[in-house]
Protein backbone atom coordinates (compact mmCIF):
# COMPACT_ATOMS: atom_id res chain seq x y z
CA UNK A 1 0.00 0.00 0.00
CA UNK A 2 1.00 3.51 -0.98
CA UNK A 3 -0.49 6.68 0.35
CA UNK A 4 0.02 10.45 -0.56
CA UNK A 5 -2.07 13.38 1.46
CA UNK A 6 -3.32 15.79 -0.73
CA UNK A 7 -3.67 18.69 1.45
CA UNK A 8 -5.88 21.00 -0.62
CA UNK A 9 -8.71 18.79 -0.94
CA UNK A 10 -8.55 17.29 2.22
CA UNK A 11 -8.29 14.01 0.92
CA UNK A 12 -5.39 10.74 1.39
CA UNK A 13 -4.62 8.68 -1.80
CA UNK A 14 -4.21 5.15 -1.30
CA UNK A 15 -3.11 2.84 -3.64
CA UNK A 16 -3.29 -1.06 -3.28
CA UNK A 17 -1.87 -4.11 -3.88
CA UNK A 18 -4.29 -5.24 -6.60
CA UNK A 19 -4.11 -1.28 -8.50
CA UNK A 20 -7.01 0.48 -7.28
CA UNK A 21 -6.65 3.78 -6.26
CA UNK A 22 -8.98 4.82 -3.35
CA UNK A 23 -9.73 8.13 -2.43
CA UNK A 24 -10.30 8.60 1.41
CA UNK A 25 -12.20 11.72 1.50
CA UNK A 26 -12.21 14.63 4.15
CA UNK A 27 -14.97 15.64 2.34
CA UNK A 28 -16.22 19.49 0.61
CA UNK A 29 -19.01 21.45 0.55
CA UNK A 30 -19.90 22.91 -2.34
CA UNK A 31 -20.63 26.58 -2.59
CA UNK A 32 -23.88 26.14 -3.40
CA UNK A 33 -26.40 23.15 -2.88
CA UNK A 34 -26.53 21.12 -6.33
CA UNK A 35 -27.73 17.84 -7.24
CA UNK A 36 -25.86 14.66 -5.46
CA UNK A 37 -23.33 17.15 -3.28
CA UNK A 38 -22.94 14.43 -0.67
CA UNK A 39 -22.49 12.00 -2.80
CA UNK A 40 -19.93 14.11 -5.25
CA UNK A 41 -18.08 15.35 -2.38
CA UNK A 42 -19.10 13.78 1.34
CA UNK A 43 -18.92 9.95 0.59
CA UNK A 44 -15.64 8.16 3.08
CA UNK A 45 -14.21 6.63 0.08
CA UNK A 46 -13.49 6.76 -3.63
CA UNK A 47 -12.59 4.18 -5.88
CA UNK A 48 -11.40 3.77 -9.12
CA UNK A 49 -11.99 0.39 -9.64
CA UNK A 50 -15.44 0.19 -8.00
CA UNK A 51 -16.62 4.00 -8.63
CA UNK A 52 -19.19 5.04 -6.24
CA UNK A 53 -23.00 5.34 -5.85
CA UNK A 54 -25.63 7.83 -5.78
CA UNK A 55 -29.04 8.28 -4.42
CA UNK A 56 -32.32 8.03 -6.05
CA UNK A 57 -34.07 8.57 -3.20
CA UNK A 58 -33.40 8.94 0.82
CA UNK A 59 -36.25 7.76 1.82
CA UNK A 60 -36.10 3.51 1.86
CA UNK A 61 -32.50 2.40 2.34
CA UNK A 62 -31.64 0.64 -1.27
CA UNK A 63 -32.72 4.09 -2.56
CA UNK A 64 -29.75 5.80 -1.45
CA UNK A 65 -27.15 3.66 -3.41
CA UNK A 66 -26.20 2.51 0.61
CA UNK A 67 -22.14 2.93 -0.72
CA UNK A 68 -19.11 4.12 1.34
CA UNK A 69 -21.42 6.34 4.05
CA UNK A 70 -23.10 6.04 7.09
CA UNK A 71 -26.54 6.62 7.77
CA UNK A 72 -28.86 7.75 9.89
CA UNK A 73 -32.50 7.63 10.42
CA UNK A 74 -34.83 8.58 13.52
CA UNK A 75 -37.71 7.03 11.98
CA UNK A 76 -36.21 4.30 9.68
CA UNK A 77 -37.54 5.26 6.64
CA UNK A 78 -35.82 8.92 5.94
CA UNK A 79 -31.94 8.37 5.95
CA UNK A 80 -29.17 11.10 6.80
CA UNK A 81 -25.73 11.25 5.23
CA UNK A 82 -22.25 13.18 6.01
CA UNK A 83 -23.16 16.50 3.48
CA UNK A 84 -21.92 19.91 5.51
CA UNK A 85 -18.82 19.04 7.62
CA UNK A 86 -15.78 20.51 9.10
CA UNK A 87 -12.15 19.26 8.56
CA UNK A 88 -10.70 19.09 12.25
CA UNK A 89 -7.41 17.31 11.55
CA UNK A 90 -5.67 16.05 8.34
CA UNK A 91 -2.04 13.95 8.35
CA UNK A 92 -0.65 11.07 6.37
CA UNK A 93 -2.33 8.71 9.23
CA UNK A 94 -5.88 9.56 8.95
CA UNK A 95 -8.08 12.49 8.58
CA UNK A 96 -10.72 13.38 10.79
CA UNK A 97 -13.83 15.20 10.33
CA UNK A 98 -16.94 16.62 12.33
CA UNK A 99 -20.69 16.73 10.99
CA UNK A 100 -23.83 16.95 12.25
CA UNK A 101 -26.63 14.85 10.05
CA UNK A 102 -29.56 16.65 12.89
CA UNK A 103 -29.22 19.97 14.80
CA UNK A 104 -28.93 17.48 17.98
CA UNK A 105 -26.97 14.45 16.40
CA UNK A 106 -22.67 15.26 16.57
CA UNK A 107 -20.15 12.90 14.99
CA UNK A 108 -16.52 12.92 14.56
CA UNK A 109 -14.93 10.78 12.15
CA UNK A 110 -11.73 9.22 11.26
CA UNK A 111 -10.29 7.68 7.98
CA UNK A 112 -7.39 5.81 8.43
CA UNK A 113 -5.45 4.33 5.59
CA UNK A 114 -4.50 0.33 6.24
CA UNK A 115 -2.93 -2.08 4.03
CA UNK A 116 -5.78 -2.97 1.88
CA UNK A 117 -8.43 -1.52 3.52
CA UNK A 118 -9.29 1.25 5.54
CA UNK A 119 -10.62 2.15 8.97
CA UNK A 120 -13.50 4.07 10.29
CA UNK A 121 -13.86 5.31 13.60
CA UNK A 122 -17.01 7.27 14.41
CA UNK A 123 -17.80 9.00 17.91
CA UNK A 124 -21.34 9.49 17.97
CA UNK A 125 -23.21 11.69 20.34
CA UNK A 126 -27.06 11.92 20.12
CA UNK A 127 -29.80 13.89 21.71
CA UNK A 128 -32.47 10.98 19.78
CA UNK A 129 -32.81 7.56 19.09
CA UNK A 130 -31.29 6.47 15.72
CA UNK A 131 -31.06 3.71 13.50
CA UNK A 132 -27.33 3.13 11.88
CA UNK A 133 -26.57 1.33 8.44
CA UNK A 134 -22.75 2.00 7.38
CA UNK A 135 -21.92 0.57 3.86
CA UNK A 136 -18.79 -0.62 2.25
CA UNK A 137 -17.70 -0.63 -1.74
CA UNK A 138 -20.23 -2.08 -3.79
CA UNK A 139 -19.29 -5.07 -6.18
CA UNK A 140 -21.08 -5.92 -9.62
CA UNK A 141 -24.31 -8.59 -9.50
CA UNK A 142 -23.48 -10.05 -12.96
CA UNK A 143 -20.87 -10.09 -15.05
CA UNK A 144 -21.19 -9.17 -18.74
CA UNK A 145 -24.43 -10.76 -20.17
CA UNK A 146 -24.03 -14.19 -18.17
CA UNK A 147 -26.75 -15.50 -16.52
CA UNK A 148 -27.22 -14.09 -12.33
CA UNK A 149 -25.09 -16.00 -10.31
CA UNK A 150 -25.46 -16.17 -6.32
CA UNK A 151 -22.93 -14.47 -3.90
CA UNK A 152 -20.83 -16.72 -1.38
CA UNK A 153 -21.81 -14.56 2.12
CA UNK A 154 -20.50 -14.49 5.23
CA UNK A 155 -23.42 -12.38 7.11
CA UNK A 156 -23.22 -12.48 10.75
CA UNK A 157 -23.11 -10.22 13.90
CA UNK A 158 -20.72 -7.81 13.26
CA UNK A 159 -18.99 -9.07 9.60
CA UNK A 160 -20.71 -8.88 6.34
CA UNK A 161 -18.69 -10.43 3.60
CA UNK A 162 -19.93 -10.80 0.01
CA UNK A 163 -17.74 -13.00 -3.10
CA UNK A 164 -18.51 -12.95 -6.34
CA UNK A 165 -16.03 -14.63 -8.47
CA UNK A 166 -14.84 -11.06 -9.92
CA UNK A 167 -14.70 -9.00 -6.75
CA UNK A 168 -14.94 -9.88 -3.15
CA UNK A 169 -16.17 -6.26 -0.70
CA UNK A 170 -16.38 -6.81 3.02
CA UNK A 171 -17.41 -4.64 6.03
CA UNK A 172 -15.90 -6.14 9.70
CA UNK A 173 -17.30 -4.11 13.00
CA UNK A 174 -14.45 -4.42 15.22
CA UNK A 175 -16.63 -3.93 18.38
CA UNK A 176 -18.56 -6.87 17.30
CA UNK A 177 -21.39 -4.91 17.95
CA UNK A 178 -23.53 -4.20 14.66
CA UNK A 179 -25.02 -6.81 12.52
CA UNK A 180 -23.84 -7.75 8.95
CA UNK A 181 -26.31 -7.24 6.13
CA UNK A 182 -26.20 -7.69 2.25
CA UNK A 183 -27.74 -4.89 0.46
CA UNK A 184 -28.85 -4.91 -3.26
CA UNK A 185 -29.23 -0.99 -3.70
CA UNK A 186 -32.37 0.17 -6.64
CA UNK A 187 -30.29 -0.87 -9.92
CA UNK A 188 -28.41 2.04 -11.98
CA UNK A 189 -27.42 4.21 -8.97
CA UNK A 190 -23.54 3.06 -9.82
CA UNK A 191 -21.34 4.88 -11.80
CA UNK A 192 -19.53 1.58 -12.77
CA UNK A 193 -22.63 -1.25 -12.54
CA UNK A 194 -26.13 -0.90 -13.16
CA UNK A 195 -26.70 -3.66 -10.45
CA UNK A 196 -24.92 -4.13 -7.28
CA UNK A 197 -24.27 -5.81 -3.52
CA UNK A 198 -23.28 -3.95 -1.21
CA UNK A 199 -21.87 -4.49 2.37
CA UNK A 200 -23.72 -3.10 5.07
CA UNK A 201 -23.78 -2.58 8.97
CA UNK A 202 -26.98 -1.88 10.77
CA UNK A 203 -26.86 -0.83 14.80
CA UNK A 204 -29.46 1.22 16.88
CA UNK A 205 -28.57 4.31 19.34
CA UNK A 206 -30.34 5.26 22.28
CA UNK A 207 -31.05 8.72 22.96
CA UNK A 208 -28.94 10.78 24.87
CA UNK A 209 -25.65 8.30 24.72
CA UNK A 210 -22.21 8.53 23.55
CA UNK A 211 -21.17 5.82 20.87
CA UNK A 212 -18.10 4.80 18.91
CA UNK A 213 -18.46 2.79 16.15
CA UNK A 214 -15.17 1.38 14.42
CA UNK A 215 -15.19 -0.51 11.34
CA UNK A 216 -12.66 -2.16 8.94
CA UNK A 217 -13.59 -1.68 5.20
CA UNK A 218 -11.93 -3.35 1.97
CA UNK A 219 -12.80 -4.62 -1.49
CA UNK A 220 -10.36 -6.46 -3.85
CA UNK A 221 -10.57 -8.35 -7.19
CA UNK A 222 -11.45 -11.96 -7.68
CA UNK A 223 -13.12 -13.96 -4.64
CA UNK A 224 -9.88 -15.13 -2.79
CA UNK A 225 -8.41 -12.62 -2.37
CA UNK A 226 -9.62 -11.71 1.12
CA UNK A 227 -8.90 -14.60 3.16
CA UNK A 228 -8.11 -13.62 6.40
CA UNK A 229 -8.85 -9.96 8.01
CA UNK A 230 -6.03 -8.67 9.83
CA UNK A 231 -6.03 -7.69 13.22
CA UNK A 232 -7.45 -4.65 14.83
CA UNK A 233 -7.90 -3.60 17.84
CA UNK A 234 -9.88 -0.68 19.27
CA UNK A 235 -8.83 1.00 23.04
CA UNK A 236 -11.93 3.22 24.07
CA UNK A 237 -10.68 4.88 27.40
CA UNK A 238 -6.94 5.61 25.63
CA UNK A 239 -8.64 6.44 22.15
CA UNK A 240 -6.41 4.17 20.05
CA UNK A 241 -6.17 1.97 17.57
CA UNK A 242 -3.90 -1.13 17.18
CA UNK A 243 -2.95 -2.34 13.59
CA UNK A 244 -1.35 -5.30 13.60
CA UNK A 245 0.72 -4.95 17.01
CA UNK A 246 1.12 -1.03 15.69
CA UNK A 247 -0.43 1.75 18.25
CA UNK A 248 -1.90 4.94 16.84
CA UNK A 249 -3.33 7.68 18.53
CA UNK A 250 -6.26 9.85 17.57
CA UNK A 251 -6.95 13.54 19.00
Not at 187 to 212: C, E, F, M, R
Request: charged letters at 25%.
Amino acid sequence: MRCKLLRIPSAIMQRTSDDDVIMLNGGQKPAFEMIHSAEKYAKFAYSAHYGFSVASSYYDFPKTGCYSSLYLSDDGSYFRCRRDLKVIEKNERYISTLWHPFEDVEILTYLIPFEDFHIRVHRINTKRNLITKEGGFAISRYRDLEMEMQPDKIIQKGLSLISMPWDTTCIYDVLNERDGECVIPTPNLNLINSNTLVPVLSGKLDADTQKTYVCLVGARRNKDSIVELPDVRWNESAFTITMNRKVLKLN
